[in-house]
């Protein structure tokens, strides 16, 4: 029974939540996450303290990184000496730390490869000088102290920060359940900010930003965050904001010379080298790493010409490589009760200056306490001064001298021992006379210590000064310009292509094709069985083709997308939605603003530009709205020197009037363009069957069986007047016009059988 009674039993339940509870706490407080008054993890800090402790100040000589290694994980932090010397080597980078606080020699890693960094056995290190602003008042009785894992040594608690050190340098860490990720941020912008809070307690976010624009790294890359966005950070704790590559152009060239936080060049160079060999980036011809000593970033990409657009070019890979990435802020950190809080940037800079306020109240009252021991007993000693011959002679007649010399002169044990421990040469009248000066000294110290001790306002002055003087030395410009939004956008399929010409045509059958070139003849090509050809146009294969079909209506597809004319092509209905029997009678292509003829067989008309016609559905867009038995005519493209419209009935009459009559609609009816009787055009008996445009310098090419007639503008005078006109009849063997379109540098009026 009673080895029963000493054994204890626990749940398995509870007895895993109270071990995974402590193991969770220890990576909280431990290890993952820094204390607000140093910014510093467990791991940092041990690291700092055995560097100092060996004397590898900023003016001491370099030592093998392995000392300090050793001294860590063997005396304070009894881990792998490869994790301690990882986080030595991140304390070391320049690109990793805004300031860092480990000097290094020899191969400390590059931000294309951080971990590339030698084994500590080859490189060697020392404490930066800005180092000393957190470990300076270590000696002054600042902080507590606690015993190392074994309990052979002391450690301290924390640092004493003279700065805000975790918004200088920030952080990122992982615990359980929870993470940190704290930016980087300018020296002279918190100082400002911290000294702007010290004198005004209330002061609101707002203020705050007149000081800290938003976070700032260690090079040059581009800070991408809205107002909105540095709002959220700084007013809940967490947010998110983008670094974009710094860049510039030279000739055919785009260099890139500074790289968003922790990103690798060479990871980039082979996104962008992959992004070329899959033909998204055509306008890339070349890339190259052309980083050394003195400029360790430098990416060059080569371009096909310098006539490539490189802001589109950058905002493509900004939007699809590296070059800009997106980060989170999340401002968890251990405050000055000992547990996590996520912080607000205001709240942050008020914990810390009561975490200063305390330290630098506790470096006061050690230095008094030194002050007040020391003025003690330099008190008791000119007491010997007064009766030098009545301390000797009971030195030399007492066989215990110490309480005779405490009773004589009426002082304490400890002045009756610095009295005994006088050695004979400081007996002269010099060593009084110095002794006065320093009890003068320390009075006045000890007034002005009691002062500043005794008001609030004294203690604030104190700080900010210290915090003014850290400022006028180690303060530096922002690095990070901010731009308050990114225009990284990924190329779409048709600004990927290497732009050519081409020529599209449209068979009487309705089907599509796409030549190369401009130079091709579609009346020389092949057709299907009876089939011809209908229209064509002439464009760019990253530009959009529409087909007219008669009833109206507008299909649009990718240039890049339609059939070779190395084949006889497909039919347009296997790619559009068309109504059963429809025509096809036109196709167009173009850049949006040019505008085109859109004309019907009921003589109705209008001019519209080309994004008009185009429509990503597949079943098209009602373009025209046609008058019962109406079919559309071939569309004509404007050009800048058309001035007049040409239309032809099927009963011989012409009909010329300025373009300027014809309105410009994105759709609809339109007006008339020539006057056809509503009767006679229901009946059948008359309808609109050509349309052509003439520049004043053109001349018009009517076409009427086997015979011709070509008339230059001032031969058509006849045939001039406004628009909606019935017109005039053609002369006698030309009013059955097969054809007529508009011929430029042609002969003198001419009539030829």
């Not at 001294?71 to 990882?86: C, L, R």
């Not at 004509?636 to 609609?665: C, T």
């Amino acid at each position: 029974m009673e080895a029963e009674d000493k054994n204890q039993s626990m749940s398995l339940k509870k007895y895993a939540e109270e071990s995974y509870l402590n193991y969770a706490m220890y990576v909280i407080l431990d290890r993952a996450l820094p204390n607000i008054g140093d910014g510093l993890k467990p791991v940092q800090r041990r690291i700092l303290y055995a560097m100092s402790e060996l004397g590898l100040n900023a003016g001491a000589k370099y030592k093998k990184s392995a000392r300090t290694v050793g001294d860590v994980i063997g005396k304070f932090h009894p881990h792998g000496d490869g994790a301690a010397y990882e986080a030595m080597v991140l304390m070391a980078q320049s690109f990793s730390f805004r300031y860092p606080l480990v000097d290094g020699q020899g191969n400390w890693g590059s931000q294309d490869d951080p971990k590339s960094f030698a084994a500590m056995r080859y490189t060697e290190s020392k404490l930066t000088k800005f180092a000393n602003l957190l470990l300076e008042e270590l000696k002054y009785g600042t902080v507590d102290w606690q015993p190392n894992f074994d309990g052979s040594l002391l450690e301290p608690i924390i640092f004493p920060a003279k700065v805000p050190s975790i918004l200088l340098n920030g952080t990122s860490g992982i615990a359980v359940g929870m993470a940190t990720d704290i930016p980087s941020h300018n020296l002279n912008e918190v100082i400002d900010a911290t000294v702007h809070m010290l004198e005004n307690p209330s002061s609101d976010l707002t203020d705050i930003l007149k000081y800290i624009k938003g976070p700032d790294f260690s090079n040059g890359a581009k800070l991408i965050i809205s107002d909105d966005e540095l709002n959220e950070i700084y007013t809940t704790g967490k947010g998110g904001y983008k670094i974009q590559a710094k860049w510039t152009k030279e000739d055919n060239q785009i260099i890139i010379n500074a790289l968003p936080y922790q990103a690798s060049g060479a990871k980039i160079l082979e996104q962008i080298a992959d992004q070329m060999q899959n033909k998204k980036i055509p306008m890339v011809v070349d890339l190259t790493d052309e980083g050394d000593h003195e400029e360790p970033i430098r990416l060059a990409i080569t371009m096909k010409s310098n006539r490539v657009n490189s802001d589109d070019l950058m905002n493509h890979l900004f939007a699809s490589t590296d070059l800009q990435k997106t980060y989170r802020a999340n401002m968890n950190l251990i405050s000055l009760k000992g547990s996590p809080k996520v912080f607000s940037l205001v709240e942050l800079i008020k914990e810390w200056l009561i975490f200063r306020k305390n330290t630098v109240t506790r470096k006061l009252e050690h230095r008094l306490d030194q002050v007040n021991d020391r003025l003690h007993i330099v008190e008791g000693l000119l007491i010997v001064y007064l009766d030098l011959d009545e301390v000797i002679k009971i030195i030399r007649e007492s066989d215990e001298p110490k309480p005779e010399i405490i009773k004589h002169f009426n002082i304490s044990d400890i002045q009756a021992n610095a009295i005994l421990e006088i050695k004979l040469r400081q007996l002269a009248k010099l060593e009084q006379i110095k002794l006065e000066e320093e009890k003068s000294k320390l009075v006045s110290e000890q007034k002005e210590i009691e002062k500043i001790l005794g008001s609030s306002g004294r203690l604030k002055t104190l700080i900010k000064k210290e915090l003014l003087e850290i400022k006028d030395e180690y303060g530096d410009e922002r690095n990070s310009p901010i731009e308050g939004q990114s225009h990284a956008k990924v190329f779409s399929e048709e600004e990927t292509l290497v732009t050519e010409p081409i020529t599209v045509i449209l068979s009487s059958a309705g089907w599509i094709r796409s030549a190369k070139g401009h130079d091709i003849d579609p009346t020389t090509l092949s057709y299907r069985g009876d089939d011809s050809l209908q229209d064509f146009c002439r464009g760019r294969n990253n530009q959009n083709a529409v087909f007219l079909d008669s009833q109206g209506k507008a299909y649009s597809m990718a240039g890049h997308t339609l059939p070779s004319a190395r084949g006889l092509g497909d039919p347009i209905t296997g790619r559009v939605s068309a109504d059963s029997g429809v025509e096809f009678m036109s196709t167009l292509i173009g850049n949006d603003e040019e505008k085109f003829m859109i004309t019907n067989t009921a003589g109705y008309g209008y001019v519209s530009e080309f994004k008009n016609m185009v429509s990503s559905k597949k079943s098209g867009k009602a373009f025209m709205k046609l008058p019962q038995g109406a079919k559309m005519l071939k569309a004509l493209k404007v050009e800048d020197d058309h001035r007049f419209i040409v239309a032809a009935s099927n009963i011989g009459r012409l009909l010329i009037f300025p373009l300027l009559e014809l309105p410009i609609l994105p759709k609809g009816k339109g007006n008339k363009v020539v006057n056809i009787p509503k009767v006679k055009f229901e009946s059948g008996e008359e309808f609109m069957t050509h349309v052509a445009l003439l520049a004043d310098t053109s001349s018009l090419r009517i076409e009427s069986g086997k015979r011709f007639l070509t008339l230059k503008i001032k031969d058509l005078e006849n045939y001039i007047s406004s628009r909606a006109k019935r017109g005039n009849m053609l002369p006698q063997g030309y009013r059955k016009v097969d054809s007529m379109s508009e011929e430029i540098d042609s002969k003198l009026s001419e009539v030829e059988q």
